[in-house]
């Protein structure tokens, strides 16, 4: 009786202690990609500033955006591949130091040249931290919780968005936008701290020596019979969520001033809508263990697709709202279903090489989301029919989870 009785005390403290550890994972990795969508979303606001400051065009302002992009299309793919060679934790610092030191620098450049060049640099740490990140939680948690756990950590993104758009809307107006950019370096800090507490992956140093291959046999593994249907899917998803999102988002402020609201009052709208983020978050998370990664993906994305139609359309200040405060809310819902979803695809030997890869092809529709914005508006395309291509980029996202996805509910990673 005494020993039964022990042995279920040893049972609640080791479970205790692994509760413990998860919500201190998710804490370490959900900060860093809070400082990730802090560089971001402030990076749609400092394009306002830019636009009066260094007198730009509709043309100029997407390529800073693009730029981004590009960056974050290169390091998810060699942070990918890398992941799998030296482990999580090692290039989740290593991308976190490089972001932050490049938002850091940026504030001081006085020309486009200069500030597009640190953009991609600062694309890279953040286009290798955010599949790394994923990667290293659900290889470190239960399955039966890891897609609330990664869903959760995406949460982090809306917090973020959130501390963006307040120091964009009370720093950047009264104090500049360059003192809003090093605010964002601070994260520098932060990734030190991070090497001292942080595991890496007990998936990734359980690999034996044999298990691990070259980045060249990761990527034609990738393409095998096993995996090519998987890999066809994860690109398709990734390539329209991610144009459609860059293509929006970083356009937001800008097309609330093309709408006819100044710049502060654009800044105050834009943070109401990023409030809608964390309740999108939180639902997709108490969803995608109860209904599935397939049904929270293909949900949330047709909601994305109706609010964006409605947003290009609105008419009045209140459906303009509306639609944006619903568009925050499934977008990002759908973000936090699609990182749970991609690294649950492969096995643990090319599971950072198969996200980070997946991710770079999606970051080149984020080069050319925010391209063509700039090209259409340049055209005198309306706003509507701008937002109607970004619902059907989505609806199409949508289709292709629904008719090529597996479901991935509670399966044991491998």
């Not at 610092?93 to 640190?118: C, D, P, Q, V």
């Not at 959130?162 to 932060?190: C, D, E, H, N, R």
């Not at 020596?209 to 980045?215: E, F, G, L, S, Y």
Request: hydrophobic residues 50%; aromatic residues 14%; charged residues 15%.
């Amino acid at each position: 009786m005494e020993m039964a009785t022990k042995k279920q005390g040893d049972t609640y403290q080791m479970n205790k202690e692994k509760k413990l550890s998860g919500r201190k994972l998710l804490g370490i990795a959900g900060m860093g990609w809070m400082f990730d969508a802090m560089d971001v979303g402030m990076l749609s606001f400092i394009i306002v500033a830019l636009k009066v400051e260094w007198d730009l065009s509709p043309g100029q302002m997407g390529w800073i955006g693009s730029v981004n992009s590009i960056g974050m299309s290169v390091g998810a793919l060699l942070f990918g591949i890398l992941a799998d060679r030296i482990g999580r934790k090692s290039v989740f610092i290593i991308t976190l130091l490089l972001f932050s030191l490049g938002s850091g620098a940026s504030a001081f450049t006085t020309t486009l040249t200069a500030f597009l060049t640190l953009r991609f640099f600062i694309g890279m740490g953040l286009g290798g931290e955010l599949p790394v990140a994923s990667t290293l939680v659900s290889e470190s948690v239960p399955a039966e919780k890891r897609g609330r756990i990664v869903v959760l950590l995406e949460s982090f993104w809306a917090a973020g968005w959130l501390v963006a758009a307040l120091i964009s809307y009370f720093v950047i107006p009264k104090y500049g936008w360059q003192v809003a950019l090093l605010i964002s370096a601070t994260p520098a800090l932060y990734a030190l701290y991070l090497r001292i507490g942080l595991p890496d992956s007990p998936r990734f140093t359980a690999l034996k020596a044999t298990d691990k291959i070259t980045p060249l046999q990761s990527i034609a593994k990738l393409w095998s019979k096993e995996h090519v249907r998987k890999t066809s899917m994860l690109w398709i998803v990734w390539f329209c969520v991610v144009f459609s999102y860059y293509g929006m988002f970083l356009w937001l402020p800008s097309v609330m001033v093309m709408k006819g609201f100044s710049m502060i009052k654009s800044f105050e709208y834009v943070l109401i809508m990023t409030l809608a983020q964390l309740p999108g978050y939180f639902t997709a998370a108490w969803c995608i263990d109860r209904f599935g990664r397939k049904f929270v993906l293909v949900v949330y994305l047709i909601g994305t697709a109706a609010s964006a139609y409605l947003f290009g359309t609105a008419d009045s200040t209140a459906l303009l709202l509306t639609a944006g405060i619903l568009l925050s809310f499934f977008n990002l819902g759908a973000w936090g279903g699609l990182y749970a979803y991609t690294p649950e695809q492969y096995p643990t030997n090319i599971r950072g090489t198969g996200a980070g890869m997946a991710a770079s092809f999606g970051r080149i529709g984020g080069v050319l989301g925010p391209l063509m914005v700039g090209y259409l508006v340049t055209q005198n395309v309306s706003i509507s029919t701008i937002f109607t291509i970004f619902c059907v980029s989505v609806l199409i996202g949508a289709f292709t989870v629904f008719f090529l996805g597996t479901e991935t509910k509670r399966k044991e990673l491998v």
